[in-house]
């Protein structure tokens, strides 16, 4: 059986049919969604599911999400939908938007890491849609990577970790939103967003009137500290480098303050807005995208923090982004890649 499918620049979807059929029948398939790469198997399947544990070393307590093609799939996993999570599932979906809801009996435990509740998500991807639809089952599927490293959002960035621990790849070039979606549990009839993503405060705020964002999106967890979210414990995107993430409203501070940092190491490198790139004097300056188009740089992120080690440098600083729209997802994954590394000034 040929294991890779290339959809790249495709509008028909022949060919899906066979990663359904692994997913089926218990295997791994490496997919695309609009977030990022998914690894992907049935969610209903206990044996499947920890499958991907073991490919990527993930911690048994870390819930995977389960992604549906449809409402019906919803309500064969989740109980006691409320109005409001109904009313967000309507706005969202399908698209970069989880929602946590109670679980069903249907659901193994290793899908949820023992947690009674279940993340679902319904991702707008067309291939992902069709790979769902197809297998006839909800598919779990956390970020295509081994854990702890940035999230894959092109086949390129992750073929070499994961390639050989799959049985099935589906390439759909680059994903579009580039971070994963935004986890929302509703708690009291407000819409409490545990990790942010494609999917914004304000975008919720909107439709709901009411939002609000956990703590620890922005802040660490403390050492034997109770989290609503089990992934916000996890050391995540980090590359071996020391990264220190900077932040100030004056963009002249923000390039004085990186200039200053930087003069202090013999091979820095600096991961710029397009706007500031000219303005470090050293050789490694990475292109992080505009300022004025967070979209962009959120697409670019993982792939720039993947690219960091080969530059072999002594310090790495990262521009920060205003914490607004999908800034919040960024400044989220780029702390916990400088692993709380943060200075504003
Ligand atoms: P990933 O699969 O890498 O996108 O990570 C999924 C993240 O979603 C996990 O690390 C959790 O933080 C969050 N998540 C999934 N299911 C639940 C749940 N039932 N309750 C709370 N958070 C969840
Ligand atoms: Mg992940």
Redesign the pocket.
Known sequence: MEKYLDLRNKLDFNGIEAAANVIKSGGLVLFPTETVYGLGANGLDENAVKNIFIAKGRKQD????LHVSSYEMVEKIATDISDIERQLMEAFWPGPF?I?LNKKEIVPSSV?GG?D???VRMPSNKIAHELIHLSDTPIAA??ANISGKPSGTNLQDIFGELADKVDFIIDGGECKVGV?ST?V?VINNIPVI??PGGITPEMIQEVIGVVEVDKHILGKVEEGEKV?????KYRHYAPNSKCILVYSEDNLKLVDKIKKITSEYKNPLVISSTENKNLYNISNVIDMGSKNNLSEIAQNIFTILRKVDSYNPDIVVIEGVPNEGIGLAIMNRLIRACEYNLQIV
């Open positions: 870390n819930p995977l999400i989880t946590v949820t947690l509740t279940v993340g956390p970020s994963e986890v549990r545990l990790r609503m979210s089990p992934g916000m």
